[in-house]
């Protein structure tokens, strides 16, 4: 089955596919304080694309071409969400108190730059994190019985 045209016909979609989804995911992304979108959102999207990589390619390929440890990336996001939300303390606003500034960036111009971004971007890792640590956790727990319970017989349990 491994190399069955079903399957290079899988994988060749899944690079495309994954492509949209990663760049439709990022656009979902900074859209996300001006309209409907997200951190939370994006990050589904990435974790979508992602999860389909692993279904196409396997566990051990995706992990050596993309070596990310998901818990820590989730704990990151966490950090990230909180220190953002909290920094308004430092300013003597409340919680959770986002402000934003313009900046001028070479080559595209004025730009808006907000605090809810960087609370968007602890989300969206946040997101992707804990959905691929559960989908992957669930995957390798389910290969792990299957194989423990291919060499039995089935009549005797």
Not at 7 to 36: D, E, W
Not at 46 to 53: E, Y
Not at 130 to 147: C, F, M, V, W
Request: charged share 10%; aromatic share 12%.
């Amino acid at each position: 089955m491994e190399n069955s045209p079903n399957n290079l016909i899988f994988k060749t979609t899944t690079v495309l596919i994954s492509f949209l989804l990663l760049g439709f995911s990022v656009y979902l992304f900074f859209s996300g304080h001006n309209s409907p979108g997200g951190g939370f959102i994006g990050g589904l999207g990435t974790a979508a694309a992602l999860v389909l990589m692993y279904m196409a390619y396997g566990f051990k390929t995706v992990s050596k071409v993309l070596p990310i440890n998901y818990r820590i990336l989730t704990m990151t996001g966490v950090l990230i969400a909180i220190l953002t939300s909290a920094g308004s303390f430092v300013f003597g606003q409340p919680f959770l108190s986002h402000t934003f500034t313009y900046v001028h960036v070479p080559l595209i111009g004025k730009m808006e730059l907000a605090t809810a971004t960087l609370f968007d971007l602890g989300v969206y890792l946040t997101v992707v994190g804990i959905a691929l640590t559960i989908i992957l956790s669930i995957a390798q727990d389910r290969s792990t019985s299957e194989e423990n319970t291919s060499g039995q017989d089935t009549y005797s349990r």
